[in-house]
């Protein structure tokens, strides 16, 4: 990659972190509404791994014997070991250490090919050339594709980490992403725009832009018709797109589909950089890391895709009202199809970015209810496989009810933490992580927001079944 694509690329990703409120380094918001921290009397440390991985630690003099391993979401490959300022410091004003990685700067921004390896390799580093004496305890904390990361630590953790904080995360796996992001876009290009309109196999970055490019020129030329906003809202539920202003503290209602449709629009398109951007962007990363094109919609029945998505009676009510044929429509997008994977590219994204469900330790997730980036959704369908897979019991899914991926205040964050703290020392979760107690100790931390609250994310559309099967 030339110099001039890195900066082009960067460019362009920050560019899509500000519209959907994410610092792409680290994956979490731009603005953190924590009030800030005085962190105590800490030192710092880096290091380089065999593979070039670079990683940092901070440990603070009064340090409680736990360690926090950090795993910074999709963006440039830049040691963190905190999602923000504001958290890092709260956390070592606790007496929390914290350390974690780059990942391999060799290889994709999509970084799963190496991420766990160089996480727990950072541990390793940590405890043999850092600390005082091993950690009575480790968590692994995550965000974005960092909790897709630190979900796999979790599975893969026995004798290296205690418990696992899992904070915005594609935990649906690298598949389901892939997969529920092509519907969508099929959906658009097909009944809304060119049928031709390249999809996949981008190879660079202008191509990807360029077709994320036309996919919002189809939209914005929907919204002048109802017939155009029906076939749109279709789209973006299998986009699994949140109907939420920015601008409110709650979703627009199920009651009002003219006004979902509007918000979700605004949430995939509008800022004028759409998140549509981010997608194609991180289509490159993740074929890049998997060596060729790792999604297909070749015998996806769309008709049976919506049957279960929370926004159907939403798309019904704007076809009705649009005068559509709402079964017409999904037998086109059904019969039309013509996108394949390449099966070893597939087979490298399922052994690297799809969680199988087995925790070997507990783990917590939390999620806000209306992620504008990685859809709360990935949680319905986490919770399954995860009882599929027997591991129910060390599961616990916590929600707040706010706009933006990962846009979590620092109380909500260490609440977070003191909740594996919890499960981990003394072997039960009790009630610590219900609403109520979550909403309780974040509250009286004093450092944000604290919007927890009951929530049962559906089902995420066009998700492959669980377990997976091919």
Known sequence: MSPRTVTTRRTALRA????????????VPTAVSAAAATAPASTSYTGTLANGTTWIADVP???????????????????????DPGTQAALLARGYALAGSSYDPNGSEWALDTAVSDQFGTLAAVESTVLTSRPAHVLAFGTS???????????QGAGKINGALTTCGIVGGGVNLNEYQIDGEYAIAQLLGNPSTQLVGFGDDTTALATASALTADA?????????????????????????LST??????????????????????????????????????????????????????????????PFKNQVEALYKEAGLNLNADLATLTANTTIKADPAALRSLVATSVPTGRLAVPELDLHTIGDNLVPVQNEN??????????????????????????????????????????????????????AASLEQAATALNLGPARFTDYHPGELTGSVPTPYRW
């Not at 706009?403 to 039960?428: D, I, K, P, Y």
């Open 145 to 155: 594709m960092g909790g897709l990361i630190s979900a796999l630590e979790a599975q």
């Open 61 to 83: 003099a009064q340090w409680n014997g736990t360690l926090l391993l950090y795993s910074h979401g999709f963006g440039p490959l830049t040691a963190a070991d905190a999602p």
């Open 16 to 27: 899509a972190a500000i519209a959907v409120g994410v610092a792409v380094a680290a994956g």
């Open 220 to 244: 914005t030329a929907a919204q002048t018709t109802a017939a155009g906003r029906a076939r749109l809202a279709l789209a973006l539920a299998f986009l699994n797109t949140t109907p939420w």
């Open 381 to 434: 369908y986490y919770r399954h496989l995860v009882d599929q897979a027997g591991s129910g019991g060390l599961l616990r899914q916590a929600y707040t009810e706010s706009f933006g991926h990962c846009n979590f205040s620092s109380a909500e964050l260490v609440a977070g933490v003191q909740a594996v703290m919890h499960r981990v020392t003394t072997g039960h979760w009790d009630n610590v992580t219900t």
């Open 248 to 309: 409110s503290t709650t979703p627009v209602p199920a009651s009002d589909p003219n006004g979902q449709e509007a918000a979700q629009y605004n949430v995939m398109f509008g800022g004028g950089f759409s998140i549509m951007d981010f997608i194609e962007l991180g289509r490159v990363s993740v074929d890049q890391a998997d060596g060729g094109n790792a999604t297909w919609d070749v015998g996806t029945n769309f008709a049976r895709a919506l049957a279960g998505s």
